[in-house]
């Protein structure tokens, strides 16, 4: 083969390769092709709806017997509830008329009834409601009751033919408001302040002083500067504040020196007090009088015995006090004996924390109910101030034991309540937590975060 034969053949051999490669993709896309085809072909077509058959279908409904429903709701006993504030002026019968009642047996039963009658002494602003039929008949009344710091829900109810009343305590709601004053002149002037939307309370005020007093002369340590926070509880009825609470914590300071105090109160043994934020006992042990309104009539000294005429040792402090005046237990404490024992007369024994006890002497009488085993606080009334036993007047005779020997009570300093258990000062700690959280946002630095 001459070599323009070569040429060719190569040139015919590259050629048929081409077309081969170029019938393999050409058959490829064909068949791509067909396979659109054929989908497009197959997929249903939606008919149009205005070529659907039309059917009317025709069918009687029966409607409900209106009658029926008419005569079974004039069967059912129909309630109306209202509600309305004493007025001025107001008459039973004029709170009647606008509570929608007309019942003259409904009136004359509150007016009779020693329970019903106190809805009577309701205050102008005070709410009163009634449920009553359609045709005006009394079926129950509700008002709540201020008597003194307690408030009790007056009820009067239908029976048949009769009414009842009963009282039950108030449902109070618990809120916990937390304040923050500057002292320009005085604390009170202070406490009179609304610039934050709401004064604090005298009662609150009193707490404060009587809180910080063995830290601070309020009479005389102020100074324009100082500064107090106040975390403490308000109960509401109806929305209106009825009284205040305890102080669960405060924060004074004054003259650049920081106080602060935290109640505490055991879940367990359910006794409480003030305590630093690191768990010291601010309260002192035991009070100096357990009487107020008195004198030392004797000390704690050998004496000439006013009934045996003899020189004696007086293991105790008499305070003369009128008949009848309460009687405080100086510390808490658990009553080891209530009665009358010899020259003591009417006593009470209490047993304090380690080994500390007190008596009290000469009573006229105990407080009610007061039960060896009884637990009592500091500052619980136990008894009166009598004559009884060996006394030629009226007195207490109050003595101190430590380990079972009298002890001057009057030369005790600086005495320290029981301190807190472990445990105790476990659960002290997370509740001062809190408190100390909130001392931070009321101070002016906690009050700009919480503005961011």
């Keep these: 083969m001459n070599p323009i034969q070569k040429i060719t053949g190569k040139r015919w051999f590259g050629l048929a390769e081409t077309s081969r490669k170029t019938r393999i993709v050409a058959g490829g896309a064909a068949a791509l092709a067909l396979c659109a085809f054929g989908a497009t072909a197959v997929a249903p077509i939606a008919p149009d709806a205005s070529d659907m058959p039309v059917k009317s279908v025709a069918q009687d409904l029966q409607l409900p017997n209106l009658a029926d429903q008419i005569a079974a709701l004039q069967q059912d006993q129909q309630q109306f509830i209202h509600e309305e504030r004493i007025r001025p ?44 039929d359609e045709n005006g008949l009394l079926l129950s009344l509700h008002a709540t009751i201020a008597d003194k710091d307690q408030f009790k829900t007056v009820t009067v109810t239908r029976k048949g033919d009769k009414f009842v009343s009963n009282t039950a305590p108030a449902q109070l709601e618990r809120r ?76 004074f300071v004054n003259r650049g020196v920081a106080y ?35 004198r ?97 007047g009226p007195h207490l005779h109050y003595e101190f034991r430590i380990g079972g ?10 005495l320290q309540q029981q301190p807190l258990t472990p445990g105790e000062m476990s659960r002290f700690k997370m509740a001062a937590a809190e408190m100390s959280h909130r001392f931070s946002l009321l101070s002016p630095a906690g009050n700009a975060m919480a503005a961011r």
Excluded at 261 to 287: N, T
Excluded at 323 to 334: C, H, L, Q, R, Y
Excluded at 405 to 414: Q, R, V
């Design 89 to 132: 002026g107001d008459s039973l019968g004029a709170v009647f008329n606008r509570l929608g009642i007309e019942d003259q047996q409904a009136q004359a039963f509150v007016r009779a009834d020693k329970v019903a009658r106190s809805i009577l002494s309701l205050k102008t602003g005070k709410r009163i409601q009634a449920e009553t």
């Design 176 to 251: 916990v408001e937390m304040r923050s004053r500057n002292i320009n002149s005085s604390l009170y002037a202070a406490t009179d302040d609304a610039s934050d939307g709401s004064q604090i309370p005298d009662s609150v005020v009193n707490q404060i002083i009587e809180m910080f007093s063995t830290s601070i002369d309020f009479r005389s340590d102020l100074k324009r500067g100082d500064h107090f926070n106040v975390v403490y509880e308000t109960y509401w009825l109806d929305g209106e504040m009825v009284r205040t609470g305890r102080i669960l914590a405060g924060e």
């Design 260 to 294: 602060q105090s935290v109640w505490y109160e055991d879940p367990i043994s359910h006794q409480g007090s003030y305590y630093s934020l690191d768990g010291k006992a601010l309260k002192k042990a035991f009070l100096k009088s357990p009487v107020a309104f008195n």
């Design 296 to 392: 030392i009539s004797s000390g704690f000294s050998m004496r000439m015995h006013p009934v045996f005429g003899v020189w004696k040792k007086h293991e105790g402090v008499d305070f003369a006090a009128p008949m009848g005046t309460p009687i405080k237990a100086s510390g808490d404490g658990v009553v080891d004996f209530v009665g009358t024992q010899n020259g003591y007369g009417n006593v009470v024994m209490l047993k304090h924390w380690s080994n500390y006890s007190t008596v009290y002497g000469h009573m006229s009488r105990f407080a009610g109910g007061l039960h060896r085993g009884q637990k009592v606080a500091q500052g619980d009334v136990i008894g009166y101030v009598g004559a009884t036993g060996w006394a030629t």
């Design 405 to 414: 020997h009298a002890t001057d009570p009057m030369a005790l300093k600086n």
